[in-house]
């Protein structure tokens, strides 16, 4: 009888034990969530972006459009623009894409390259209008005169050339041939 409840005593401690070890590290991640909270309403500015923190860096950026596929590797951050079909207006798009350049650069201290396309959406249908690839070694992201701000990346060559701006038919058909004109003479720097 005495080895009975021996035996019996040390199965129930066993038990106890596989228990407290099974639920110690469901605890610990508990309590270490407590102490963050949930990081989407979070309202310190993100500075080094990753893909646990993506949508809170990008919740506080004011777009007119709506942002589709985002991707974040290897220091590329990509996003695609979703424009509408029936209307809109470039210089709104190009609003956006000075606010993505911005806080791509500006904010986040870890993105190398940034690559957006413009992208017409007409219910399941998409079509690729324009892309834009701004690098983070680009000269004119730390030249105080190289701001984006008053610019117009459809027509004003340098900036097509800055902002690495590449058209496609479907631009082409909906909005003509880009016209161009430089508002540098000779042969300055990009």
């Known amino acids: 009888m005495r080895m009975g409840t021996a035996l019996l005593t040390a199965c129930a401690v066993t ?15 508990d309590h ?51 424009v509408p079909s029936d209307g809109g207006r470039p210089a709104a798009w190009f609003d956006d894409v000075e606010q993505l350049v911005r806080v791509s650069y500006l904010q986040f ?8 396309r413009i992208v017409e959406q007409d219910g399941e249908r998409k079509r690729l209008l324009a892309a834009v690839d701004v690098r983070a070694n680009d000269a004119w992201l730390n030249d105080p005169s190289g701001s984006i701000s008053f610019s117009d990346p459809v027509h004003d060559e340098s900036w097509r050339k800055r902002l690495r701006l590449s058209f496609t038919t479907a631009w082409i058909e909906r909005f003509g041939v880009p016209a161009g004109y430089s508002t540098h003479s000779g042969g300055g720097t990009q």
């Not at 201290?109 to 957006?116: E, F, Q, S």
């Open 109 to 116: 201290d870890n993105v190398n390259r940034l690559l957006i």
């Open 32 to 82: 270490e969530s407590n102490d963050r909270g949930i990081p989407v309403f979070n309202g310190t500015p993100v500075v080094h972006l990753t893909n646990g923190n993506i949508v809170d860096a990008l919740l506080s950026v004011p777009l007119h459009e709506r942002l589709g596929r985002v991707e974040w590797r290897n220091s590329v951050l990509s996003f695609d623009l979703l």
């Open 15 to 29: 038990l106890v034990m596989t228990l407290g070890i099974a639920w110690l590290p469901k605890a610990m991640l």
